[in-house]
DNA sequence: TTGTATGCGTTATCAT
DNA sequence: ATGATAACGCATACAA
């Protein structure tokens, strides 16, 4: 039924063309040692064949491919994606292909870490927000497997990162500094071994806050679960619950604080007044609801993340292994209860 | 400086288990045509060598490779990662790859399409919420790399829908049965030249919707732009601030719904008393905010799409080429407004 | 500037 | 059951 066309090979290009199979390689790798005549036979036959390289073989001669990987955790949350978008546009326009492995469980990250090992499988690869060994870092190393970080860190590994426990304590100082004494926390729970290290970290940058005025910090209001809006709703319900209440909620994520702000319309208590609330991360969706948060440029940190992998594939040294993205503070109507907060939105 | 360890090769393994090439390939791919004893050897020397066949090599000797492209417009849309995110699943379960092209124009479509048609590149393409032309699919064909679409339809190429049009109409239909009959639509404009089918057929169901009614339908009531909270709530504020304003809004998504709702909420009118809102796809946020919308089975559509592209891969036949997703009305309290919501809001 | 020949690491065909 | 060897399609060192 389907005539599986034979495919064209670069030997056909090279006889329909008259010449031999290197130049036509050289013209497909832009050598400018091939003269314009030739160069322009070769390129009227790769058009008339419809030649296409095989990545596969140039792959196998050249003892590397141009598929990168990139290891993310949880792909549907709001954050993930937003570095990935940066991830892929960067690697696109430079040629590269993007290969997405999902990982769930720490067994899922080592064997998707023990297959990539391998040039074979990609020149490099791309971490996002995933903890690394020593190990899987050294075995990297050894089989000439580039390595770049996001959100997340490893000795001597080119990465790039925000500093989340000043972040955490930027938030909280916000808090403070609008007469909340009792900061309740809501942040990720480790289940997975795949940790959560931002959510920990803000949650110290809170009590360094706190710390910083003097005051003590309840952790009976500290509640972690699994990350959500749904699960941060009834996490904020039960705080909302207690005998005495927050006055303010720290979530750790802006997807948690939108769970909190149902649970506290749930509740009728009144935000800001009754509860100021603010999230992490800077998403669309904090703008659209006024919620106050912390800022971190997410796509930007997928840009920087691959062009520090594409620098090693270029053979440059990487200039600064650790490049610190900067976070703002988005004061809005969740924390301050000012007025025309619809224009101050953005 | 960095000891590049020799790539370990099958040869490398054979000469270590006094075996030939061969057999070691067999044992690779559990070949049962050999003696479990050298099996074991093989085995042996595969894991003190930390062998890994390459994947360049394998795909070359087969003529295909083990990766499967996926093309997604917009790749931060939650309803576009909840799809890839089932596609993901799915073929890496089965051991295949996901490379993951994102497009925002018909160029770059164009460009990664005929960069994948090619079984060098992927052994099979899933196309998510793109449409193709009849002359992409013809060429796949006849290059034998397999095609399966989600959300976008081709004549004869297997692919997962949803019946858009009468999800509008079901939405319409849930807000004229409240007695709203001023219907106001905020949709996708065609900005990319990659269409926005499911919006232009959401509102051809809501007109439908209308004239089971025998109900006039107000054009001016219709705005489109750029997807998104934002833009959305802009084109809403134009609506509110009409002489007649709708009495309800139908938007083609619950991103686009939630910027209804922060229209709605700062020119003070009331949801869902003044205003009816309900938007489509079920996302977690429209749980949330108690927002009325059309469910669709997102993740779902990807794992049914990854597996035809499977089915296809096994030489088995698709027995649906069409393969038609339920859909759900899922009415909460931005069109009912009753006691108890924050339970039925599951 | 251009062509020839070898190697890249597998798979598969054919012997044995 | 196992081994030798020819593809697979390209890049490149070397020769011309």
């Known amino acids: 039924m389907?005539?599986?066309?034979?495919?064209?090979?670069?030997?056909?290009?090279?006889?329909?063309?008259?010449?031999?199979?290197?130049?036509?390689?050289?013209v497909i790798n832009s050598n400018p040692r091939v003269s314009p005549l030739t160069r322009m036979r070769v390129e009227a036959a790769i058009e008339a064949l419809g030649y296409h390289p095989s990545r596969l073989a140039s792959?196998?001669?050249?003892?590397?491919?141009?598929?990168?990987?990139?290891?993310?955790?949880?792909?549907?949350?709001?954050?993930?994606v937003a570095r990935l978008e940066g991830v892929i546009e960067v690697l696109d326009r430079d040629g590269f292909g993007t290969a997405v492995y999902s990982v769930r469980s720490l067994e899922q990250r080592d064997r998707h870490l023990d297959y990539l090992m391998d040039r074979h499988a990609a020149i490099g690869v791309v971490v996002i927000s995933i903890p690394l060994t020593q190990l899987h870092v050294e075995r990297f190393r050894t089989n000439g497997v580039y390595l770049s970080l996001i959100d997340?860190?490893?000795?001597?590994?080119?990465?790039?990162?925000?500093?989340?426990?000043?972040?955490?304590?930027?938030?909280?100082?916000?808090?403070?500094?609008?007469?909340?004494?009792?900061?309740?926390?809501?942040?990720?729970?480790?289940l997975t071994g795949l940790g959560f290290a931002s959510s920990y970290k803000r949650l110290c940058g809170l009590e360094d806050a706190l710390n910083n005025y003097h005051l003590e910090h309840?952790?009976?209001?500290?509640?972690?679960?699994?990350?959500?809006?749904?699960?941060?709703?009834?996490?904020?319900?039960?705080?909302?619950?207690?005998d005495r209440p927050p006055t303010a909620i720290f979530a750790a994520?802006?997807?948690?604080?939108?769970?909190?702000?149902?649970?506290?319309?749930?509740?009728?208590?009144?935000?800001?007044?009754?509860?100021?609330?603010?999230?992490?991360?800077?998403?669309?969706?904090s703008s659209i609801l006024g919620l106050s948060t912390i800022e971190q440029p997410l796509y930007e940190s997928g840009v920087e993340g691959a062009k520090r992998l594409l620098q090693q594939l270029d053979g440059r040294e990487v200039e600064q292994v650790k490049h610190v993205l900067r976070l703002e503070l988005k004061a809005r109507s969740t924390t301050i209860s000012t007025h025309a907060l619809s224009k101050s939105g953005a």
Do not use: N, Y
């Not at 792959?59 to 993930?80: E, N, Y």
């Not at 990465?159 to 938030?171: F, I, K, M």
């Open 59 to 80: 792959g196998l001669s050249k003892g590397r491919q141009d598929m990168v990987a990139v290891l993310v955790p949880f792909i549907t949350r709001p954050s993930v």
């Open 253 to 285: 994520s802006d997807t948690q604080a939108v769970g909190v702000l149902a649970s506290a319309e749930a509740h009728a208590i009144r935000v800001p007044d009754d509860l100021a609330v603010i999230g992490f991360d800077g998403l669309e969706i």
């Open 152 to 190: 997340t860190a490893s000795e001597g590994v080119p990465h790039v990162v925000v500093d989340d426990r000043t972040g955490g304590c930027l938030a909280a100082t916000h808090l403070i500094s609008l007469g909340r004494r009792r900061i309740g926390f809501i942040g990720d729970e480790d």
């Open 218 to 242: 309840d952790r009976s209001l500290v509640r972690l679960g699994r990350h959500g809006s749904l699960e941060a709703r009834q996490l904020c319900d039960q705080l909302l619950e207690l």
């Open 2 to 26: 389907v005539t599986e066309r034979q495919r064209v090979s670069i030997f056909d290009v090279a006889k329909m063309a008259g010449v031999g199979v290197a130049t036509v390689s050289r």
